[in-house]
Nanobody, 130 residues
């Protein structure tokens, strides 16, 4: 069983930065694809960023258009942790942010589909005031 625990959310002002962390346990972390999704009130869960494993030490990062250039996903395999550095935050970034993990092989843009991920954290709230 894989456990994911997010942390780092909070209340910030527009333009500020936050770094979310997702600590994983119960699996070979380095072989897992990791992703961040978010869900705002009354909206569907949406893809934010993913960092996928392509064998060996090769990883690829992908971003939603809405966050590209502002957010950065990274991972620290020895610490079994994935991060989401969020800069230049906007009120529309307000949501519950979820960490997700899976060992699947992705084609096309499947990394952005929530149903492709087997394991999920409990979420951390990010609120950006204007």
């Amino acid at each position: 069983q894989v456990q994911l625990v997010e942390s780092g959310g909070g209340l910030v002002q527009a333009g500020d930065s936050l770094r979310l962390s997702c600590a994983a346990s119960g699996h070979t972390f380095s072989h897992y694809n990791m992703a961040w999704f978010r869900q705002a009130p009354g909206k569907d869960r949406e893809f934010v960023a993913a960092i996928t494993w392509s064998g060996g030490v090769t990883y690829y990062a992908y971003y939603a258009v809405s966050v590209k250039g502002r957010f950065t996903i990274s991972r620290d395999n020895p610490k079994s942790t994935v991060y989401l550095q969020m800069n230049s935050l906007k009120p529309e970034d307000t949501a519950v942010y979820y960490c997700a993990a899976d060992r699947g092989e992705y084609s096309g843009t499947n990394y952005a589909i929530s149903s492709m991920y087997q394991y999920w954290g409990q979420g951390t709230q990010v609120t950006v005031s204007s």
